[in-house]
């Protein structure tokens, strides 16, 4: 036997025991090693297969935990990156949606409670109301199939708000709903504001081309009293002459309210004016909104002195006038009345505009004040008049409120009564009291409207009145020749009155302060800058005729004067 098969042999020992092993044993034992041989052979492969799998293994193992601790630390990237998400979105206005391309929603942030409050799985679309949901399937499908924003407003509720569609991809789309309720708000309230000056201006101009006609119908009047007066002229003549000079005066007055409204600026000008004065203005432009049905109560007291800006005061109570005439059914079958009424109270003044209408009810009396809100007609108001009067009231550190009545509606401005002043402001002199010149003075009429001039030299019939329609022409006349007085339109074409003022003070500074400039009311911003800077006298049309005589004789008076002082030299 072999020397391998040792342990076989030992075997066989134990079998036969003292004889002999057959030789014929040896193929099985050929047999015995072949199977050794093989066994060994495929406990090596086996070795190595299970060596290989241990590797890979192991290798997956390590690729697994690489894995682990990457997605670890995405997980831990992810949560600190949603909590920066919910902290800038704790503060963030608007109302955010993310949505799949069939509506179910991902993620939402709801800042709007009106909004509809849709939890992450369920369909957005399917919770906006019907009414809307049309029209915002279409936008987010034009978003996705475009791939761009898309941009939409619609109102709800009195408020505006603005959506818009963002596509991400091809997966997901975000859409974004922001309230720009005061946003709109204010867009309307420059566009008002900008209104309101467009027809400033446009009020002003009218008024400018009025008072120029106006202002020598009023002097000839005056002048025709003044001829007939010494000879005992027919009494229907003289009633006559009278209405004519009362429909001029109404006129006026219409014109100058008409003025007082026009010069609303943007900024404020708070000071020291009388309620009654400021209120009566608006009072006289509303009386043509009053229904044949409607009577109108004034009791204003005179004593009422207020911080305010005196024409935004007029408009608010311009509006508040016109609120309770538009109250009031057209076709009431009984008579109703709005009253104005002020009244002091310690430091504060009341001015309170009433009417008997059907009144305001209490269901829309808190929202009577917000803007776009309104309880008219469709084309009768734009829901802005009453927001627009609490703030120019509460501009100068007023209130304006509703107040409670029985009857009708009530508001109520209360302003902070001026310091210092008194009941009524002290009488001025009357223009007739000065003393009449006995010498005729030269007077010089610079006006481009021709039948002004004559009706001044009318007025001061006994004077040397020289008339030119052109600023030159006047210039000229006024360096040429000496002149007592200097009457110089403000607004002309060719040379107006600052450009006149500018030469003379160049080159003849001696001969300004003769100068006086009239003005029909229409002024720039330049032109009135220049009045505030010059310090001249400028007399309104249309003027009272007592007003340039009075300007005569203290021409006349102050040339004596100049004629009497001892010479030098």
Known sequence: MKERHRLLRRQLRRCFGEREIPDDLEPLLDLV???YREDDLHRQQLERSLELTSDELLEQNAQLERDLE?????????????????????????????????????AAHVEDPALPDVQPGENLFAAIPEERRA????QAQLAWTENRLVEDEFSRDQRWVNVRFIPDGNRYLTCILRDVTAQRSLEQQVIVAERMASIGTLVAGVAHEINNPLAYVVSNLSFIRDELASDMPNLDVMEALDEAEMGADRVRKIVNDLRALSHGSVEMSVCAINLQAAAQSAVSIARVKLSRHTRLEIDLDPQAWVSADESQLAQVVLNLLVNAAQAIPEDSDRSHSISVRSSIHGDEVFLEVADDGPGIPVAVRDRLFEPFFTTKSLGKGTGLGLAISRRLIEGFGGRLDLISTEVG????????????????????????SVVQPRTGARVLVIDDEIDLGRAIRRILKGHDVTLTT???????????????????DLMMPELTGDEIYDHLAENAPELLERVVFMTGGALTEAAQRFLDASFRPCIEKPFEPTVLRNFVARSVRRRQRRDAAPRTG
């Open 409 to 432: 509606a009530c508001f109520r401005i209360t302003l902070q009564r001026a310091k210092g002043m008194g009941s009524v402001p002290p009488a001025r002199e009357p223009e007739d």
């Open 70 to 106: 990457a997605r670890v630390a995405a997980e831990a990237a992810l949560r600190e990156s949603e909590a920066k998400l919910r902290a800038i979105l704790s503060g963030h206005p608007d109302t955010i949606y993310v949505v799949e391309r069939d509506g179910t929603l991902v």
């Open 135 to 138: 029209v915002a399937t279409a």
């Open 33 to 35: 090693d072949q199977a």
């Open 470 to 488: 052109q600023g030159r022409r006047g210039l000229q006349l006024i360096l040429e020749e000496d002149f007592d007085l200097v009457l110089c």
